[in-house]
């Protein structure tokens, strides 16, 4: 969705002054998230999970959000869906769906909003299903919440769904049991839960994590399909950037609850300007290239999230961060888009990292 | 003995030769319910000694309830003495105790029999006349051969193991005759001869005097034979008297109705004022205790007196206490002290125990003065004629004379002291403070006792009754206790004092009293037929026994016992050492 | 017995049916082992302990019994057979029946003759059906209030685990857990019955079949106080495994379904939380059925329980033998239907 957010970078002050750092949101996102914070009270302290979040999502696109384990992935997308437990969580920001901003809405008006307009997929489909109930009876009540219609009519309405994202014979299996699904087919089952209610926006939180290979492709594809057919806003999240660059037109990269690099697909990864971004990179498996050769993990590990480096949270782990200077540990970089649409959070300068990417990353990939 | 509860087994065998007239002469002393003093007055004791709220309203149901179970509805089977109480109510004896409130019920009279036993010239031979007129529930008439036939049958003790053996052991019996069931139609005219139907003649092995006594038992409650079920006979005895069985439940409940064939003018003593009974079994005590208090129950009919946590209430308010008695049972709880476990064989090492041990200790071990009993001072209590007003270890405020114990324990050698292992049973709360207190008191004297505790059933037969096991395991002292079958010093010492009764196998009462002289003059008292000497004579082996320093008398026991709150002709009587359950009306 | 975790699976109609069977059998023989047990703690042990036949059979005499009475009881007994004899005398009468001596008849104790109690001189079998309503009464009432009751606080704790609500509840159920039942039953008989009369005195009880009105109004009372206790225990048992529940994966995809909170917490929370309730359920019902002993004994209630106890405090053996039997037949009943109710449950369990 190249037109989305990255391209659109109108500002109104209200959104400038956020570390976000996108303005006012293109009028078809779907969805927009500026200068998200997502806090977590704990006996150790304050857990900042996600710490200054902004992206948009129009309609009919993907977003991929990758990141590290830990990056505050799980916590952007359990936000917007409000999932988060009451009581446990502050959060500060703004989430807008279809126009209605939900942070700080009514409990129940986010209840009325999820499975209807904004649906999730996630990671574990045997522990994410009711293991005491039929496949067919979870699709059943996810379709009957919104929809007041009778149980046939819900039912017939699961075997359809069920069918349409590939579960053969399933007028018969509508009534097996979790346990008796495989696992890409419970993953098929929870999609076809997700799209019940036909949402306009799908959150498949690592959809594909726990699936062995050619499932994890056949499911791909299905999201794919069905994104097609239903012409929903995605959100794809995964660890994976293989697995969204296929699939997202624009993508999100996250490191330590933030947003460090968001642009297009094409932008990412033919160009990517973050010096996390480029570990990333650097560390992903491709088929085109010798599998033997080179593997390079990013060194170190994430911060802790209770304290988190007062600069750029990716400064003890950066490899460049003694050519910026005493910035990279002071302060905090700013989320900017130096080119038009293609937003990062670094200090190096615009020259430099060109320089860098032309001469030492992008031979090496 | 063992179980408060239970009445003690008269030993017969040792009965000896006991001339006839004896007990039946000294009936007809003090009279009967009519002139006996009334009171209307709720207050403490007001039924003890005195009728509380005379009354002769009929009807109303009295519930009684039970905290076990008695051991037999059947009267043939059963040696309790609150079941003997009660079966008055459906069953009736040649003999009864009058009913009456305090030394009244010490007087005999004829129930089915037209009055008292008409002893042979030795009082070998005893002959009854029965009234007429006398009818079972079912109309029939009761004749001698169905009093002979009650006691026949219940010398099948495989069938009735719980009925006490005097008849067995007394009568004179034909060779190998083994009961009404298995020796069925063999005559047993040698033992009781039934001329007529209103003669039986009972044929006594040795002279007895007490016979009548023993006819006041349920054992020889007449039971018709064509009804007799056996075993199962107690799911409804066949009644001679005022009730008669209605429901019966076992293990949980029974209702007794008036019996429309019980003919009261054959009857002065029984009033028969409530329409019906009920009886509750195997009801948690404490709740029994409440009920009462509340006014939902009327009787706890085993008469052994409220719980200690009853009793703190009862005590501390005076509106339960005006609701409560406290009579005085012809029950002893004691402490035996074995003559054959050093040093004991001294005379004044024993008496340094007596003069040492405190006695308001021994009280309140046994819960104090009202659920324990009197400070006794010697072995007979005070309800048995002949028992002495002596106190033959006196000390200040009954608290123990140490100065004495220690001049008792140079006198024997000791001065500093011995060591002893007290014996009581594990069962028994109070025995065990008991051990304690004497632990405790003992030790002033350098005494060193250690408390031993025993399971209650093996107690006489294993352990503290066991003679070569008492002396092997130093048992110097051993808690002990016993209740009179009836209320002379027979009834109370024979089975205490009488050396002959020591079983070296095990399994006597008496553990400590070894005394020639004392047997002897037993046997000269079962002989007295002389009322006054013969007393006196019990009065001289209680003071030998305590010159001699063999029992430590603890308390005469003493049972606080709750009336029900609309009970009317409420008394104890003395025989049974709780409510008359005969006399009782409702309000 | 297999807990009600280890199990084996059966899947369609006949192997279910294989499996019920072979669950049957493996109760019977433990049955038949436990009977075992019982007998050799009450028949052999004190034969070791150097009992003889006589000193067994003086319980079931009077205290004053002669020697022969005695002899008597012990040959009537049986106890001068060899023990298996005497085991096998007792095992072969619940099928066959036995017969005894009434004195004036014989009397036939028809199978299943669990023995005879020669202290009562009744056969053990007719006293257990008959004690056997008012623990059935009794249980039945208890467990359906503290199962709602139970359940009920402990749902709702979890739910807002932290609140006044939940901190009080907790208290309240940590006292009733502690608070043995002799004292609250004691106590509420004291005040509810003697005091204010609102409820029946102790050992009040009616019949379900003779007056179901009167029946209830009288085990209210035992109703209340037993289940006050396991409501306690219930309410923290709920608590705790909503709490695990509410954090499964599976209720954030309820949640995320928009299902209200109620159906969450009751339809998928209560739900996933029920295996262990359920299981322990059947277990504390079972073991209540074979007699709910201090609730009888504090409210006088001659149930199975009051039975036991009085059979135990009279060591009358035969009553001691059978009734245990019949709560271990209990036990071991309810252990099966708690495993087949596993199976309804959890359809893993019934069709993996
Ligand atoms: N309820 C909570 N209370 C406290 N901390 C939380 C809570 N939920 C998440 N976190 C923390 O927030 C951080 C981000 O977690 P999140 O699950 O979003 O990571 P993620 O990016 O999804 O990682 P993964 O790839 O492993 O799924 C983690 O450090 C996690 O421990
Ligand atoms: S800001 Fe500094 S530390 Fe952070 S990524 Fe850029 S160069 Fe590295
Ligand atoms: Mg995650």
Not at chain 1, 116 to 144: C, N, R, W
Not at chain 1, 178 to 183: A, E, I, K, T
Not at chain 1, 246 to 272: Q, T
Not at chain 2, 367 to 393: E, N, Q, V
């Amino acid at each position: 969705m190249s037109p989305a957010a990255p391209g659109t970078t109108t500002g109104s002050t209200a959104y400038e002054t956020g570390i976000g750092g996108l303005g006012e949101p293109p009028a078809n996102a779907y969805l927009s998230v500026r200068d998200l914070r997502v806090h977590f009270p704990t006996d150790d302290g304050i857990v900042k999970s996600v710490d200054g979040l902004s992206f948009d999502l129009a309609r009919g696109k993907t977003l991929g959000i990758v990141g590290e384990s830990g990056s505050g992935k799980s916590v952007t997308s359990l936000s917007i869906m409000g999932l988060h437990k009451p009581g446990t969580v502050r959060m500060q920001g703004s989430i807008r769906l279809d126009g209605q901003e939900l942070v700080g809405a009514p409990a129940e008006t986010v209840r009325g909003l999820r499975g209807k307009k904004m649906a999730m997929i996630f990671q574990d489909p045997l522990s994410a299903m009711h293991p005491f109930y039929t496949v067919g009876d979870q699709i059943i009540e996810a379709y009957q919440v919104h929809n007041k219609v009778p149980k046939k009519a819900a039912r017939a309405h699961a075997i359809d769904l069920l069918g349409r994202v590939g579960i053969p014979q399933p007028n018969k299996r509508v009534d097996d049991y979790p346990h008796q699904f495989s696992g890409g087919m419970r993953q098929r089952a929870m999609i076809a839960m997700a799209l019940s209610c036909d949402p306009d926006l799908l959150i498949a939180d690592e959809p594909t994590t726990a699936l062995d290979v050619t499932v994890q492709a056949q499911i791909l594809d299905l999201i794919r399909d069905l994104q097609r057919d239903f012409d929903a806003a995605v959100i794809i999240i995964t660890h994976d950037l293989g697995v969204v660059a296929e699939l997202a037109d624009d993508i999100l990269v996250m490191y330590a609850g933030r947003s460090v690099e968001y642009a297009s697909a094409h932008g990412v990864f033919n160009e990517p300007q973050h010096p996390y971004t480029w570990g990333l990179m650097a560390s992903m498996p491709r088929l085109d290239r010798d599998p033997a050769d080179r593997l390079m993990p990013i060194k170190g590990t994430p911060p802790s999230l209770i304290s988190v480096p007062p600069g750029c949270p990716f400064s003890p782990r950066c490899a460049y961060a003694a050519r910026v200077g005493a910035a990279c540990v002071t302060e905090r970089p700013a989320f900017h888009a130096p080119t038009s649409a293609h937003y990062l959070a670094c200090h190096l300068d615009d020259g430099e990292r060109m320089q860098i990417w032309s001469d030492e990353i992008e031979p090496n990939l | 003995m063992s179980n408060p509860r239970k009445k003690r087994l008269l030993a017969v065998t040792a009965a000896a030769a006991v001339t006839a007239l004896g007990l039946a002469a000294c009936s007809g002393s003090s009279g009967g319910s009519n002139n006996a003093a009334t009171t209307t007055t709720a207050a403490f004791d007001a039924a003890n000694g005195k009728i509380f709220n005379p009354s002769d309203k009929k009807g109303g149901t009295i519930t009684m309830a039970d905290e076990g179970e008695p051991d037999s509805t059947d009267p043939g089977d059963s040696y309790y003495g609150y079941t003997w109480d009660l079966m008055r109510l459906y069953g009736r004896g040649l003999v009864m105790f009058d009913v009456a409130p305090g030394d009244g019920s010490s007087k005999l009279s004829g129930d089915l029999a037209d009055g008292l036993g008409k002893p042979s010239e030795n009082a070998k031979t005893w002959t009854y006349k029965l009234k007429s007129g006398l009818k079972f529930e079912d109309g029939t008439a009761i004749t001698s051969k169905d009093i002979k036939y009650a006691i026949t049958r219940t010398l099948d003790k495989d069938i009735f193991p719980d009925a006490p053996t005097y008849f067995d052991d007394l009568l004179a019996w034909p060779a190998d005759y083994k009961g009404a069931y298995k020796s069925k139609g063999v005559d047993v005219k040698s033992a009781i001869d039934t001329p007529d139907d209103s003669t039986i003649i009972f044929h006594l092995k040795n002279s007895f005097s007490g016979f009548d006594y023993l006819m006041t038992t349920s054992q020889a409650y007449p039971v018709p034979e064509a009804k007799d079920t056996g075993a199962k006979y107690k799911e409804h005895p066949i009644s001679s008297g005022p009730y008669m069985f209605a429901t019966y439940e076992a293990g949980k409940k029974f209702t007794l109705k008036r019996n429309p064939n019980w003919d009261a003018a054959t009857d002065p003593q029984r009033k028969a004022l409530p329409d019906g009974y009920e009886y509750s079994m195997n009801v948690n005590q404490d709740d029994i205790d409440n009920r009462i208090i509340a006014g939902d129950l009327d009787i706890h009919v085993t008469g052994t007196g409220v719980t200690p946590a009853t009793q703190g209430k009862v005590l501390s308010d005076p509106n339960l206490k005006a609701r409560a008695d406290n009579p005085t049972l012809a029950r002893l709880w004691y402490t035996s002290i074995p003559t054959t476990v050093a040093p004991l064989d001294n005379k004044d090492c024993r008496m340094a125990i007596m003069y040492a041990m405190d006695r308001t200790a021994y009280q309140t071990a046994y819960g104090g003065a009202f659920a324990g009993g009197a400070i006794a001072t010697s072995l007979m209590p005070p309800l048995i004629p002949g028992s002495l007003k002596k106190d033959f270890y006196p000390s200040q405020d009954n608290k123990g004379d140490l100065t004495k114990a220690k001049e008792a324990l140079t006198k024997c050698g000791k001065p500093d002291g011995f060591e002893i292992t007290m014996a009581f049973r594990n069962e028994r709360p109070k025995e065990k403070a008991l051990a304690e207190a004497f632990q405790q008191q003992l030790a002033k004297v350098g005494i060193k006792v250690t408390p031993k505790g025993f399971a209650k059933k093996d107690y006489f037969s294993t352990y503290a009754g066991n003679p070569p096991y008492v002396k092997a395991n130093n048992i110097g002292l051993a808690a002990n206790g016993w209740g009179a079958d009836w209320n002379d010093g027979y009834g109370f010492l024979a089975q205490i004092v009488d050396s002959r009764v020591i079983r070296e196998t095990g399994g006597s009462s008496n553990i400590s009293v070894r005394m020639p002289e004392v047997d002897k003059l037993i046997d000269q008292a079962a002989v007295e037929t002389d009322n006054a000497k013969r007393e006196a004579l019990y009065g001289q082996i209680d003071t030998l026994v305590m010159d001699n320093a063999v029992i430590y008398p603890g308390v005469w026991a003493k049972a606080l016992l709750v009336r029900g709150k609309t009970l009317t002709n409420v008394f104890v009587n003395q025989a049974y050492g709780m409510y008359d359950y005969t006399s009782l009306g409702k309000q | 017995m297999a807990g009600p975790v280890s199990r084996g699976r059966p899947p369609d109609a006949l192997p279910v049916l294989t499996y019920v069977i072979r669950r049957l059998i493996a109760a019977a023989m433990l049955l038949i082992v436990v009977s075992m047990i019982v007998f050799t703690i009450f028949y052999v042990f004190p034969r070791w302990a150097g009992a003889t036949p006589e000193t067994l059979a003086t319980r079931y005499v009077g205290r004053t019994a002669t020697a022969e009475t005695v002899h008597l009881a012990a040959q009537r007994l049986g106890f001068y057979d060899p023990i298996w004899v005497q085991y096998w005398n007792w095992f072969k009468a619940i099928f066959v029946g036995s017969t005894y001596d009434m004195g004036t008849s014989i009397e036939h104790c028809p199978a299943p003759c669990l023995g005879y109690s020669f202290q009562s001189k009744t056969p053990v079998w007719p006293d257990l059906l008959d004690r056997a309503p008012v623990t059935f009464s009794l249980a039945a009432g208890a467990s359906i209030i503290w199962l709602l009751f139970g359940v009920t606080v402990g749902v709702v704790s979890a739910v807002r685990k932290g609140s006044l609500f939940d901190r009080a509840a907790m208290t309240v159920a940590l006292a009733g857990i502690s608070l043995p039942i002799y004292f609250t039953g004691l106590v509420s008989l004291a005040v509810f019955s003697y005091a204010l009369g609102w409820t029946a005195p102790g050992g009040s009880y009616t019949p379900l079949t003779t007056n179901p009105a009167q029946w209830a109004y009288s085990l209210l009372l035992p109703w209340i106080t037993l289940s006050f206790l396991f409501s306690a225990t219930y309410a923290r048992f709920t608590r705790a495994g909503m709490l695990e529940t509410m954090n499964e994966d599976y209720i954030r995809t309820a949640r995320a379904k928009g299902l209200p909170s109620r159906t969450v917490t009751l339809k998928h929370g209560l739900r996933g939380a029920l295996t262990p309730i359920v299981t322990v359920f059947g277990l504390d019902l079972g073991l209540l059925l074979g007699g709910a002993v201090l609730t009888e004994k504090t409210f006088s209630l001659n149930g199975l329980g009051k039975y036991t106890v009085d059979a135990i405090g009279n060591q009358d053996l035969p009553r001691i033998l059978g009734v245990t039997l019949l709560a271990a037949f209990f036990i071991v009943f309810s252990n099966l239907v708690v495993d087949l109710l596993y199976a309804v449950i959890d359809p893993r369990v019934r069709t993996a």
